[in-house]
């Protein structure tokens, strides 16, 4: 009779009477019988025949799903009737769902096969329901759903076989600790699926589900990675496929999306780090610094190969203007990850002890200064050239913090490169700054060559800087009527600056000799004299013709200490430096009156 009366309904929903489509008659008549009839057929199979409540769950899964079909057939037959009143499918449709959901309680704990059975019949009604709604519930309740079947077949599977595999599964991976880590890659191929039918959701015009789709396939596969965290090798595999199969996904469904760019770029940094890992588990600390500066080069030279300069400014509405094409996106994560690998890296070698690890960090800022050279209008985005410039000059700040106390040697390397590239960078900023940051690596260059390959003492260090202090302002006073904002006047104020910063410290130390020599500590030095005597011969100099009240400060301070200097030398009486101040205060009264006849003008 229930085979009888199936068939019928059957062929009712194949070819619908009239009657049928107007007022859906015959099919709301034939579910209560349909009803009565597996009522009938389950009580007798528990109460007569003797049949296990758990073996009867493929029955109420098919009777579930037998009902939903029919309720399926009466929302169409209701739909083409002019009395929507006669429309009873939501209420049949709930009992068919909770039917199915009953069915697979019934067995899922002692038959995973029939369990699976009922999971394809739900799977089956929520995709017809996912097809007529396309809600987000119906899409996530089917994902559930193929999980769990996923999850049953592995239950099913005979127990024999089952530990077979996953032991040999585990021998090859290592992971005899955590056999489950296995599923991060056994379960992958369901992720794919997920993604395949969000594609074909997006191609139906649902583009806001299948998005959904997309964020409910990321978390799995994030859960996935997590499951093979602490394996290498599965960690390593899991994050290979995730990359091909996020570069496969943005480039087809989201080629210009920020997210899934820039989540794909780090998953293949991730991906590579892991493989390292694998293949060299003790490797020291210094050695990932080194990859991952490797890495921060190939990041910014891809940018510099994707750099297109316009050759013809008349074609660009800005002259000498760059170009990254349609994937600028791509080079901007580039760029973005470079930096953040820059950081890290220097964090990392910032961490080790002093030594000459600490150098190859100066890649960084190098490659910065070449970029600056390269985008010669703006880089990726909004980066213009001058933000590549002044990151160099930050990065090659930070160096030098990070070398101070390593071997001359290698400090003197790096303050050789780092004035080679802030003249480049110079050339690009036109900045005070960085003439002046330029100048002043130099001077240290110059500095810590003379300590590496010299032994002096702190007079002969006295004459070391007021000679170069002398230099500097020699150079100043020669580039100082260039034009503004030319590098040669640039750099005229940068070495202006630090002759009067190295005249202040010379003085500072040389008073401190001074005072030790008129207190019989220390003996006069002529090399103390004869930096003395340079440093005023530099202050002339600075005068240009022109002295300030600095200058004459300078040029008092320095005569006070040269008089000191000089009396202890034939052991003067301390009455003797009275008599000479007076001295000094009568000449440059007089040269003051002398000035004043000859210029017309007075002293400040």
């Not at 089917?142 to 040999?168: E, M, N, S």
């Not at 316009?310 to 470079?338: Q, T, V, Y």
Request: aromatic share 12%; charged share 10%; with cysteine.
């Amino acid at each position: 009779a229930i085979r009888q009366n199936i068939q019928q309904n059957i062929r009712q929903n194949k070819n619908p009477s009239p009657k049928h489509l107007q007022g859906g008659e015959g099919l709301s008549s034939s579910i209560p019988l349909t009803l009565y009839a597996l009522l009938i057929l389950l009580g007798r199979a528990l109460w007569f025949a003797n049949v296990a409540a758990a073996q009867m769950g493929l029955a109420w899964g098919i009777c579930g799903w037998l009902f939903v079909h029919l309720a399926r057939t009466e929302r169409i037959a209701s739909l083409g009737s002019s009395d929507r009143s006669n429309a009873v499918h939501p209420f049949w449709n709930a009992t068919g769902f909770c039917l199915l959901v009953f069915g697979w309680l019934m067995c899922v704990p002692q038959y995973p096969l029939q369990a699976i059975a009922v999971s394809v019949l739900l799977a089956e009604c929520l995709f017809d329901r996912l097809r007529r709604n396309w809600q987000s519930r119906d899409l996530t309740l089917l994902y559930a759903v193929g999980w769990q079947i996923i999850f049953l077949i592995g239950v099913a599977i005979p127990d024999g076989f089952r530990d077979r595999a996953v032991t040999v599964g585990t021998e090859l991976v290592q992971a005899q600790q955590a056999p489950g880590s296995l599923l991060s890659l056994t379960w992958f191929p369901y992720l794919l699926l997920m993604l395949i039918v969000n594609t074909w959701i997006d191609r139906q015009q649902q583009p806001k589900l299948a998005r959904f789709g997309d964020k409910l396939a990321l978390g799995f596969g994030v859960f996935l990675a997590a499951l093979g965290t602490f394996n290498p090798t599965l960690r390593s595999l899991n994050l290979l496929a995730s990359t091909a199969t996020l570069a496969v996904v943005t480039h087809r469904r989201y080629p210009t999306s920020i997210f899934a760019i820039y989540l794909t770029h780090v998953t293949g940094l991730l991906t590579i780090a892991s493989i390292v890992d694998w293949a060299f588990p003790l490797l020291p600390v210094r050695y990932w610094a080194a990859i991952g500066l490797a890495v921060m080069v190939v990041e910014w030279l891809l940018v510099l190969w994707a750099y297109k300069p316009n050759a013809s400014p008349e074609k660009s509405p800005s002259p000498r203007r760059g170009e990254f094409g349609e994937r600028s996106i791509i080079w901007r994560s580039c760029w973005d990850l470079g930096l953040l690998l820059a950081g890290l890296t220097y964090f990392v070698l910032g961490n080790l002890p002093p030594g000459p690890d600490g150098l190859m960090w100066i890649v960084t800022p190098v490659m910065l200064t070449v970029m600056a050279g390269v985008l010669r209008d703006r880089g990726p985005f909004s980066y213009p050239r001058q933000t590549c410039a002044w990151l160099s000059l930050l990065g090659l700040l930070c160096v030098q913090k990070m070398l101070i106390f390593s071997a001359p040697a290698v400090w003197l390397l790096s303050l050789g490169i780092a004035t080679v590239a802030m003249v480049v960078n110079t050339r690009y900023l036109r900045h005070p700054i960085s003439a002046a940051v330029t100048v002043g690596f130099g001077l240290g260059a110059i500095n810590v060559a003379i300590f590496d390959r010299f032994s002096l003492s702190p007079s002969d260090w006295f004459a070391v800087w007021a000679s170069l202090g002398l230099l500097l302002w020699l150079f100043a006073a020669r580039f100082r009527q260039r034009p503004p904002s030319t590098l040669p006047r640039l750099y005229a104020q940068a070495a202006a600056g630090w002759a009067n910063a190295l005249c202040v410290w010379n003085l500072g130390w040389l008073t401190w000799h001074s005072i030790a020599v008129f207190d019989r500590v220390q003996s006069p030095s002529v090399v103390a004299v004869v930096a003395i005597g340079l440093t005023i011969v530099g202050l002339g100099v600075r005068s240009g013709g022109y002295p300030d009240n600095w200058t004459l400060y300078g040029l008092g301070w320095a005569l006070e200490l040269l008089a000191i200097e000089g009396l202890r030398f034939f052991s003067v009486a301390p009455i003797g430096l009275i008599l000479v101040n007076l001295a000094l205060g009568l000449v440059l009264q007089l040269l003051g009156d002398w000035w004043l006849r000859r210029t017309a003008r007075p002293l400040p």
